[in-house]
């Protein structure tokens, strides 16, 4: 199955020179329909003027970031040397904690 996420340029840069190989999201419904072996595409943020495909290869859910940042390494995000409250801060300039209390939070492993 295919699906469609946007991502912003320099986390979109970071999957295709393979450093970024594990993608944050909440875990909403949109999210809860992927399955390993299924393909994402995607889309460049904010020019939409180039996407890239990868296969989700491991799913794991966490109640919170926080659990999520505690348990994988840092490097898979490409965020080698952060603190966890700079990983934590910048997840929520995306997500809120109130979306992330709803839904929970997903750790997607990717292959570009």
Same mark, same amino acid.
């Not at 910048?90 to 300039?93: A, I, K, Q």
């Given at each position: 199955m295919l699906?469609? +996420?946007? *991502? =912003?340029?320099? =986390?979109f840069n970071a999957i295709k020179e393979g450093k970024k190989k594990v993608e944050v999201?909440?875990?909403d419904e949109k999210r809860r329909k992927i399955r390993v072996g299924d /393909? &994402?595409?995607? &889309?460049?943020?904010?020019?939409?003027?180039?996407t890239l495909q990868v296969q989700v290869t491991d799913l794991r859910t =966490?109640? /919170?970031f926080?659990? +999520?940042f505690e348990d994988i390494p840092f490097e898979e995000f490409d965020?080698?040397?952060w603190t966890i409250k700079a990983m934590i801060d910048? /997840?929520?300039?995306i997500y809120t904690p109130k979306q992330e209390k709803e839904?929970? /939070? *997903?750790a997607i492993t990717i292959k570009y």
């Open positions: 699906h469609q +996420m946007g *991502l =912003y340029g320099e =986390y999201r909440l875990n /393909t &994402i595409e995607f &889309i460049k943020l904010p020019e939409q003027n180039d =966490y109640d /919170t926080q659990a +999520m965020c080698k040397g910048g /997840t929520y300039e839904w929970g /939070t *997903l």
